[in-house]
């Protein structure tokens, strides 16, 4: 076609299909303008292009899409020409942003839960929003709870639900709901827009390192399922059925999902050694059902994104923001440990300045779960190997880097949508056509095998039964238990504790005293995270008729509690009060006891009736010399040399007394002034001693009447607000400890109590 027709043709397309370069560019002398029309016509003519000069064309102004639909039949032109290629394009830009709306809907609606989570009446407050939605969403929750305790809670089996569409659909919960996953989608959008073409393909290339969060996975996963070997799960029929099918999930995942290229002639022979894998790992459970050391650990939660950004948001960004804070909470909420918790948020959400999604790819064991579940769903993303010209910029998009322009990984695709978008030959489609051999073949390559071997996944699954008993050694669960460590009420027996702990945080973030705290090192290193008592935090100790945090927790690791049960009344007053600790008096610090000054504070606010701590009296010499008596005039007493102290305590505490041995009477001091004292009547220190006058001349002394406290540990419930109050700054003189939980009948000091 000669130059000036190639003009005429170019013109002739809409505004916007050709000849589209940037200003930038089309900027220059006529030779330069005229170059992308020669590379348009020798398009129109149908010569074959190589990839490099085909992106030699994109660099001069034409886009992939625009070469595409300038190419030859079969190279990228549809059957309805250009036009209709136009308006499929614009219809897979209306699902690009049906997801972008998905993911912001779900993050808002996310905030929102987590904004509300707070004690109140307003439609602000929690009243009755499902708050606990996206923990029961995701499935990782409730399998490792399953596996733990051989129980799907009823709220968990929203899981069923998303793994069930996983299986369906793909991991559409990575890249539609997930709130973390859209943090992350984000950031690394932001990072990475401006950059070059080779830059952005280098930044989403597909990694051998993306396996790592397979061993995240069963190693929280072996770690969970330590109570299948117990003999318990055993002994009844329907607990052994409950078994099987905890152990023949956990085979299946451990085993089946790994492909393989069967030879000819041998198709199936792998699924008769699945099945014979599968009752292998029964067996070794039926034998090991003795197992006496085997114990569970839920520490999926230390990972898994939904706990991760909810414990992260609720106990950092919030409070740091100062946002949606429960009324009547004086400043920010504390949080134990918070350097340690920013830290890692930090570092989750930074390191997409590195790989976009950084967190899905290498980490999420969340995201490896519905790797395995959605490797082989029946709706897939497809490569087209026909339509493909391998112009690589589905890649330079793809920030799950699942390899769309080669053998797309369909395990690590989070259905983003961008390959389908930017492809200018439709060679990527989202369709329930079986696999082709391409893509149903293992990856090949050094770097290709983003899964772990079957071997790999057991020997993790092993070690992670195994580690447990073996951090237990340490005995912080038995006799060894930390005083300090003082769970919530209602919570369950510690090992069954931290079989159903996930560290979402949610019921530290709906404690209105903020007197939960998330655990560093003190409950161990499998107690990270989890909720303790800090009776020193927040504005109280633990409210007598709270029960807050027992309703929210969602996986029952607080039981669900009544106020009758708490209290102990109605119908539960035969078992009394629920106890989650008892406070001790440290006599070498109580003002009273140690230092002779007077404080009854513990006691005034001892919420217990009757109250837990009452008090002793007791008449105390003031230090200092004897006072000597020259004159009396009625109630007033002249008293040489005497000058009032200036730290003594109120005058309702004074005294003056005429012996410090034996029985002796007092006189309480009214007002007092340098030489001078105003008196009272007497006051019998002991009912048996006969009256006294008391002459002139005689030594009395200044003492002071304290009332020390005591502890009823029968009656105490351990809330803490004593401690809370303790005037005592540093080391409070009155100090709640985990003995005498009603949790663990071993540890109580009351005979016959439990």
Not at 372 to 384: A, F, K, P
């Amino acid at each position: 076609m000669p130059l000036r027709g190639m003009v005429g043709a170019a013109e002739s397309f809409p505004k916007g299909v050709c000849c589209a370069a940037p200003r930038s560019q089309r900027r220059g002398t006529r030779k330069k303008a005229l170059r992308p029309l020669r590379l348009c016509g020798e398009l129109l003519k149908g010569t074959p292009r190589s990839h490099d000069e085909t992106f030699s064309a994109t660099r001069l102004g034409f886009s992939h899409e625009r070469i595409g639909l300038l190419g030859k039949k079969g190279q990228g032109r549809t059957g309805g020409g250009f036009w209709k290629a136009e308006a499929g394009q614009r219809a897979l830009m209306r699902i690009h942003h049906v997801r972008r709306l998905s993911q912001g809907f779900f993050l808002a609606l996310f905030v929102f839960l987590c904004a509300v989570t707070r004690v109140g009446g307003r439609w602000t407050d929690i009243r009755g929003w499902p708050v606990n939605w996206f923990l029961h969403l995701d499935p990782l929750t409730g399998l490792g709870t399953a596996l733990g305790t051989g129980t799907l809670f009823a709220g968990l089996l929203w899981g069923v639900a998303t793994l069930s569409l996983t299986v369906l659909l793909g991991r559409f919960f990575c890249g539609w709901i997930c709130p973390f996953g859209t943090i992350h989608h984000a950031l690394g959008w932001v990072r990475f827009r401006r950059k070059s073409f080779s830059e952005k393909q280098a930044a989403n290339a597909f990694h051998g390192a993306q396996s790592l969060k397979f061993y995240f996975l069963f190693g929280f996963l072996g770690m969970a399922s330590g109570p299948l070997l117990t003999a318990q799960r055993w002994n009844s029929p329907g607990g052994a059925l409950k078994t099987v099918g905890l152990l023949a999930a956990t085979a299946w995942l451990a085993t089946a999902w790994k492909p393989r290229q069967e030879p000819a002639g041998q198709k199936g022979a792998h699924g008769a050694e699945e099945i014979l894998t599968a009752a292998a790992v029964f067996l070794a459970g039926a034998a090991l059902g003795r197992f006496p050391a085997a114990v569970g650990s839920l520490q999926t939660g230390l990972l898994d994104p939904i706990p991760f950004v909810q414990r992260s948001l609720n106990q950092i960004v919030l409070p740091a923001l100062g946002l949606f804070q429960p009324e009547g909470l004086a400043g920010n909420r504390w949080a134990h440990g918070a350097w340690l918790l920013g830290a890692f948020f930090l570092a989750a959400v930074g390191l997409n300045a590195v790989r976009p999604r950084f967190y899905c790819r290498y980490v999420c064991p969340a995201g490896a779960l519905m790797h395995l579940v959605g490797r082989r769903s029946l709706y897939r993303m497809v490569r087209i190997p026909e339509r493909c010209t391998d112009c690589k910029r589905c890649e330079t998009v793809c920030d799950a880097a699942c390899r769309p322009s080669t053998d797309l990984l369909t395990g690590e695709c989070t259905l983003c949508g961008n390959c389908l978008v930017v492809c200018p030959e439709k060679a990527v489609t989202y369709t329930a056509e079986p696999l082709s051999a391409a893509n149903a073949a293992p990856p090949k390559g050094p770097q290709a095998a983003v899964d772990i071997s079957r071997r790999r996944a057991l020997a993790l699954l092993g070690t992670g039964i195994v580690a447990v008993p073996a951090i237990r050694l340490e005995g912080l669960t038995g006799r060894r238990f930390p005083p300090s460590v003082v769970r919530p009420p209602g919570a369950l027996p510690e090992p069954e504790f931290l079989r159903r702990c996930i560290k979402c945080g949610q019921c530290l973030r709906i404690c209105p005293t903020n007197v939960l705290q998330p655990a560093l090192w003190e409950a161990g290193i499998e107690g990270l995270w989890t909720p303790v008592l800090d009776f020193r935090a927040g504005s109280s100790g633990c409210q007598y008729r709270c029960v807050a945090c027992s309703r929210i927790c969602p996986t029952a690791a607080i039981r669900r509690l009544t106020l009758d049960e708490k209290l102990g009344t109605g119908a539960f007053s035969d078992r009394g009060p629920v106890r989650i600790g008892a406070a001790f008096v440290d006599r070498s610090r109580c003002l009273p006891w140690a230092f002779g000054k007077p404080c009854i504070v513990c006691e005034e606010n001892c919420p217990v009736s009757p109250k837990a701590i009452q008090t002793v009296e007791a008449m105390e010499k003031w230090p200092g010399p004897p006072l000597r008596v020259t004159a009396r005039q009625g109630d007033r007493w002249t008293v040489d040399g005497f000058r009032p102290p200036p730290n003594a305590p109120p005058l309702e505490s004074l005294f003056l007394v005429e012996s410090l041995s034996g029985p002796s009477r007092h006189r309480p001091i009214r007002e007092w002034g340098d030489g001078w004292i105003v008196v009272g009547p007497e006051e019998a220190h002991a009912a048996e001693e006969p009256p006294r006058t008391g002459g002139v001349g005689g030594p009395v002394f200044l003492a002071v009447r304290l009332k020390r406290p005591v502890v009823d540990h029968a009656r105490c419930v351990g809330c803490g607000i004593c401690e809370h109050e303790c005037p005592v700054r540093g080391i409070p003189a009155i100090r709640v400890s985990a003995e005498n939980e009603s949790r663990h009948p071993e540890r109580s000091l009351i005979a016959g109590k439990a």
